[in-house]
């Protein structure tokens, strides 16, 4: 026997590829096209049917019905005989194990789910299938217990459902803000008209068939696909107890002056500015992590996203290197990798408007990076971009950009930091990191803002209550403070 | 004059404003009558400047009243109806004739007004165990929701409850840790000045409380407007303008508490609802590891 | 107490404080320097940690990748056998495993090195003559180090005269945990220059520092003391190597060699045994320290019972079935 001398290890140099990792799309069955669903049954809707692309390239996936007032009537003429003849009465435990069941479906189907999302708002596979579905089912699993113990909720000895709900949800995380809304109003005995987001509606519309699977009694969840028009057709109706929003300030305005003077409940969710405070005592290898996750989760289509980094200055070269550094590692393209760190933006409309702010950020002053990487040539895609030397003052410091753009200013004593951070019309969100516990909770009590991230961000738990201070909306969602948005406690005088 | 009674001094109603007592910026005042319609006073109409200047004395004030630990703002509110206490004949004569009440009944609401001040005064620092959490989060995490004030509060109160309709929609808003700006019943605000002084006299900083005499029709929609009041209160406003407050407010995504139907009995329990209004929940979460 | 060796005889020896390399050449200057320097470096997250990995735990390494990363693992691999039972005849079992992994397939490449305890390094070293296979040999009162430095050195000595062409040494966790980091370093460095011409590699023993900033420090400590690699554990105390503590070190190696210019090995050792742990390793590394570190000069994984997984693993992927336990050596 000779030995045969052995072969090297492929040459050292050699980059560790990752071979395309796709998540297969055959266990979606996208349809050519979707009607809305109204009283248990997929109807057809009167306004002329939309188009939903996978922003990811641009191929059309469906056709889907856009629901007119004479549509979203019949809706809320469905949730309201729903809530009067049947969830209204119905044993609450017995609402609990509807929710249950829901729940359940959404973990059997969890890939079905995570893939039909990633195809229709073009993030990556990883987040669909690790954050939006399972705590899109975590959400349902959370409020179902909750049906029959309502008493105990801490909002007095007899808390009563509002009626019909309307809700109007954004297209960043279809799914999970759908579970935010709907599970909470049905967990209270109150029924649901939900108006998706335009350019996202198919999970919703898949949410409808779990519905039919659960034998959700018909009305108790109606699904109106459509555009503003839809949605206003929603907030407007006159037989709505309760609206809740999710989505832009602009937009939440215009909801609150729409249902000023009646007698509707309203609990807005809306955008925000972040500060994501980085002291000098950080654990600086997690804070980093911390900020590209805060900026970078969900192409920073996130209303809590931590857009502004606040550095302190002595470590601001040190940092901004490392971070510079690890978004170089970042995996920006086909959202159905599963080794995709950054998907595609949502649609051509967001894309304009993040490459807008990005070049007034340019123009104003800042500087900006971005780490080579390879767009594809289809579809909606922007880098992960930084912006350093920004001032207050900018625009890219103020205005909410929702896309994966991080400004960076800087900071020299905790007050400064507490100031800027502050310095915003919004409150959703804030990140602090430091290791020192004490300046944690200290910053934490004067932080101006409805969830606060110390040495972490970017979490979510249906335990956790979460919304906004300012102008980013008021109510919570989550916990059992997100009870009360869909509860007459009988002492709001 | 010679002899018989001694003439009296009569008191200038004024505004409170940031502490002190200023006289409208704009110089204008209104006649004030009882209920039976005889002359009372001059009061102070505040104008849209004083409500600016007001919401600048709230915001100055915010800080350190929302800072003060719970147990500081609760001896602080008690400190009110021990004040109170002190004065409780001359409510009750401003109270009887503003309200057209008898003495007994304005005598009970003035009592009830006072016990009201020592029922928030006891919720101060309860209100983060009772409405706060520590919420199990499915990771090695720490999470927990406390509630905190929601800013600078405009409230337009009640106009026929001069005083303890007026206490009703205040202290709820103070216990919370806001700062206020109050419009006065427009008819009867004479035991809102009074009350003034009692606050100006206590412990209460300047500027945490902000009384403004006069017209809500005419204040209401700058306070509903401004960019710098976070939540407003319409109780007070008169229902046909509610509406359109509410819309003004919402430019800011001000938190609305919606006027009732009709002025409530402020005799009842008041319950959570009010404090709940002006409070928003701070969510922190922090690791649990070595 | 009477020791046969003077347990301070380590002065009498050891040429005087090696400066660790610039711009840390003043760090060690005194006992407290030394402890602001290590309780400066940043701290570490535990959660943030764990949270990282398990986000690269879900990368997907398929096909042509997950081939190139098999092959590279077993060229990583220093094979271990590190028992009281060792004979002359487990060793040269393990070296004709460790140049022929896979006897049926001669593209299987050869495994980085054979690690065993110094006595039998000159078992390893015969067995394993002309093949480009090194000899590991552990030392310094492995794996507890509970000795006198004289005898630590000894231990080293004999080792290397055996033929061992690296040392496994372990730290005084004693010595750290009560804080006396410059004894630690101080013996570091003697081992070190006893070793000539050697590599050292400086095991932590992670499992018995506990807490990620501990690794931390120990990381920056050993690097500075001049070792070439830095090892998690024996593999006799659990946990051994951890993602997070293979995280926190390559953090510290990347971060080393950006401040002084010097590259730093990273060896996980004990615990890693399925393809799944390995392929999970290497991503951890390209995409803590980046490609320079995925060669078997700067990442090596001290394993025994990996080597059949991987060698399982690679077996299916070149025929296109599965393989089973029958079809790899047993050692």
Avoid at chain 1, 69 to 91: H, K, L, N, S
Avoid at chain 1, 210 to 239: F, K, M, S, W, Y
Avoid at chain 2, 274 to 280: A, V
Avoid at chain 3, 201 to 206: A, C, H, S
């Amino acid at each position: 026997m000779t030995i045969t001398p052995p072969s090297p290890a492929q040459p050292s140099s050699q980059v560790f590829e990752y071979a395309p990792a796709p998540e297969s799309r055959s266990i979606v069955d996208i349809a050519p096209s979707y009607g809305l669903f109204v009283d248990g049954e997929f109807v057809d809707g009167s306004g002329e049917a939309m188009k939903t692309v996978n922003p990811a390239t641009e191929e059309v996936l469906s056709e889907v019905a856009v629901g007119t007032e004479a549509d979203v009537d019949r809706a809320v003429r469905a949730a309201r005989r729903a809530f009067t003849r049947v969830w209204g009465p119905m044993r609450p435990a017995d609402r609990g194990k509807y929710l249950f069941r829901i729940a359940r479906l959404l973990q059997e189907r969890a890939r079905e789910f995570a893939v039909l999302e990633s195809l229709d708002n073009g993030k990556p596979i990883r987040e669909s299938r690790d954050v939006d579905v399972p705590l899109a089912a975590a959400h349902f699993f959370y409020h179902a217990g909750w049906a029959d113990k309502l008493e105990h909720a801490g909002l007095g000895p007899a808390p009563r459902p509002l009626g019909v709900a309307g809700q109007v949800i954004p297209w960043n995380f279809p799914l999970l803000m759908l579970a935010w809304k709907v599970a909470p109003a049905l967990a209270t005995g109150n029924t649901v008209v939900l108006k998706p987001a335009e350019t996202t509606p198919l999970t919703a519309l898949l949410f409808a068939e779990v519905c039919r699977q659960a034998d959700l009694p018909p009305g108790v969840v109606n699904i109106v696909t459509g555009a503003g028009d839809t949605g206003r057709a929603v907030v407007e109706h006159d037989d709505v107890d309760k609206v809740a929003f999710t989505g832009s300030t602009e937009v939440g305005r215009s909801i609150a002056r729409a249902v000023a003077g009646t007698r509707k409940k309203l609990t807005l969710e809306l955008g925000g500015k972040a500060a994501n405070i980085v002291f000098d005592d950080a654990p600086i290898d997690q804070a980093v992590e911390g900020i590209v996750q805060g900026i970078f989760f969900n192409q920073g289509h996130v209303c809590c996203a931590g857009s502004r980094l606040l550095v302190q200055e002595n470590v601001h070269d040190e940092v901004i290197a490392s971070l510079q550094r690890r978004i170089g590692t970042l995996r920006v393209g086909d959202p159905l990798d599963k080794n995709t760190d950054l998907g595609a933006i949502n649609s051509a409309e967001q894309l304009a408007r993040v490459r807008e702010l990005s070049d007034i950020g340019e123009a104003e002053g800042a500087t900006r990076w971005q780490p080579d990487c390879q767009l594809p040539d289809r579809g909606f895609w922007f880098p992960p971009t930084v912006f350093t030397g920004v001032s207050p003052a900018h625009r890219i410091a103020r205005d909410e950009v929702f896309g994966p753009v991080l400004s960076v200013l800087t900071f020299r004593t905790p007050d400064e930091a507490v100031a800027k951070a502050n310095n915003s019309t919004y409150g959703l969100s804030a990140g602090i990191w430091s290791e020192k516990g004490s300046r944690i909770l200290a910053i934490a009590d004067r932080l101006r803002a409805g969830v606060v991230w110390a040495n972490t961000f970017n979490q979510f738990d249906p335990t956790s209550p979460f919304g906004g201070y300012k102008q980013s909306g008021y109510g919570r969602e989550g916990g059992r403070h997100g009870l009360a948005a869909y509860l007459s406690t009988g002492d709001e005088q | 004059m010679i002899g018989g009674e001694r003439l009296a001094v009569r008191k200038t109603y004024k505004l409170y404003l940031g502490g002190a007592f200023p006289r409208s910026e704009s110089g204008r005042t209104y006649e004030v009558h009882d209920a039976k319609g005889a002359f009372l006073a001059n009061a102070a109409r505040a104008s849209r400047k004083d409500a600016r200047d007001a919401v600048v004395a709230a915001r100055g004030a915010f800080p350190k009243w929302s800072g003060a630990t719970a147990y500081n703002r609760g001896q602080v509110l008690y400190r009110v109806a021990e004040v109170m206490e002190g004065r409780h004949a001359q409510f009750c004569e401003e109270v009887a004739a503003g309200e057209g009440l008898s003495a007994g009944r304005a005598r009970a609401a003035v009592d009830a007004a006072i016990d009201r001040w020592v029922w928030y005064a006891g919720w101060t620092d309860k209100l983060a165990a009772v409405l706060g959490s520590a919420n199990p989060v499915a990771g090695p995490y720490f999470d927990f929701s406390l509630p905190e004030p929601t800013g600078v509060v405009a409230v337009l109160a009640p106009q026929r409850s001069s005083l303890l309709g007026l206490v009703s929609v205040l202290a709820p808003v103070l216990a919370g840790g806001n700062t206020a700006v109050v419009v006065t019943s427009r008819e009867r605000p004479l035991p809102a000045v009074t009350l003034g002084e009692v606050l100006a006299t206590s412990d209460v900083p300047g500027g945490v409380v902000n009384l403004l005499t006069g017209d809500a029709a005419e204040l209401g929609p700058w306070l509903a407007e401004h960019d710098d009041v976070d939540a407003i209160d319409l109780t007070g406003a008169p229902p046909e303008r509610a509406m359109e407050f509410e819309r003004e407010a919402a430019g800011s995504i001000k938190r609305v508490l919606r006027p009732p139907a009709a002025e409530p009995d402020w005799s009842g329990d008041p319950g959570l609802g009010r404090m709940r209004t002006f409070l928003e929940t701070k969510t922190v979460w922090h690791p649990k590891g070595f | 107490m009477t020791h046969v060796l003077d347990p301070h005889a380590l002065t009498a020896e050891t040429p005087p404080r090696r400066e660790p390399p610039t711009p840390f050449a003043d760090v060690t200057r005194s006992e407290s320097a030394f402890r602001a320097f290590l309780h400066g470096l940043p701290g570490v997250d535990q959660v943030g940690a764990q949270s990282r990995v398990a986000v690269l735990g879900t990368r997907s390494i398929k096909t042509t990748s997950k081939a190139w990363a098999i092959d590279t693992a077993i060229s990583m691999v220093d094979l271990t056998t590190l028992e009281g039972a060792d004979t002359p005849g487990k060793v040269r079992s393990l070296a004709a495993k460790a140049r022929r992994p896979d006897p049926t397939d001669p593209g299987c490449p050869p495994v980085a090195a054979v690690c065993v305890y110094g006595d039998l390094a000159g078992i390893a070293k015969e067995a394993l003559a002309g093949t480009g296979i090194n000899v590991a040999a552990v030392a310094t009162a492995f794996p507890s180090g509970r000795a006198s430095r004289a005898v630590k050195l000894a231990d080293v000595r004999d080792a290397v005269a055996n033929g061992a062409d690296e040392i496994d040494m372990v730290i005084d966790r004693g010595a750290f945990l009560s804080g006396r980091y410059l004894d630690v370093f101080d013996e570091i460095v003697a081992v070190k220059e006893a070793c000539g011409e050697a590599h050292l590699k400086v095991i932590l023993e992670t499992g018995e520092l506990v807490t990620l900033d501990a690794v931390r420090r120990a990381s920056w400590l050993a690097m500075l003391a001049g070792g070439d690699f830095i090892k998690t554990s024996t593999g006799k105390i659990s946990p051994a190597a951890t993602l997070p503590v293979c995280l926190v070190m390559m953090e510290a190696v990347r971060d080393f060699r950006a401040a002084t210019g010097r590259q730093v090995g990273v060896k996980p050792a004990g615990g890693i045994r399925t393809t799944k742990d390995a392929v999970k390793h290497l991503v951890l590394v390209n995409e803590t320290a980046g490609p320079d570190w995925l060669t078997p000069d700067w990442f090596r994984i001290g394993a025994s019972s990996l080597l059949n997984d991987l060698l399982l693993q690679r077996q299916k992927l070149r025929t296109g079935h599965y393989s089973g336990p029958d079809h790899v050596s047993v050692d």
